[in-house]
C-alpha cells in the first residue's frame, strides 16, 4: 500500500508548493503505521529519489534521507499499539522536529552558509525556523489526508460489504 503514495510523493514535491510542504513525511508516518517494514523504509526513500532526479543533487542528501529513516523508525514504535488521531498528531510534529534537526544540521556541518562554530550551528537553526513551520503544516495536512483517506475507505468497504452482504443473504 505505501508503494502506491511514491508518485504522489514524487509529482508533489515536483509541483509549485510551499517550500517543505510535502506528502513526504504523511508518506513516511502512514507507511510505518499500515505498511510492511519494507514498503514504509521504500516508498518516501524512492518518492524523494525519483524527484531528486528532477530536482538535483545536493550535499544534504544523506542527512534528508537520513531523517526519513528515521521518522519510518519513530512510526513504527509509535502505532505499534495502533493509530489514534493523537497518535498521528504527535507523529506528525514529532517527524517535523525529525526533520528538522537533522537537515538543518546537514547544512551547517556541511555547507558555507554558516560558521562552523556553535554560534553558526543556531544561527543555521534560528533561520530555518520557517521552513519548521511549512514542514509541521505539511506533515499535519498530508498525514491527516492518508490516515483519514484510508480511515474513511475502511469505513466505507466495510459499509459496503455489510450491504452487500445483507442482500446476498436476503437472495439466499
Known sequence: MSYLLIPVGAIARLLPHLPNFTPIGGMALFGAAHGSRRSALLAPLAALAISDLFLGRHATMPFVYASFVLIVLMGR?????????????????ASSMILFVMSNFGVWAVGTLYAPTWQGLVLCYTMALPYLLNTMAGNLFYAGVFFGGYALAKRYAGIAALASG??????H
Open 166 to 171: 445483507g442482500r446476498q443473504a436476503a437472495a
Open 77 to 93: 514504535v509509535l502505532f505499534r499499539n495502533g493509530v489514534t488521531t493523537t497518535r498521528v498528531i504527535g507523529g506528525s510534529l
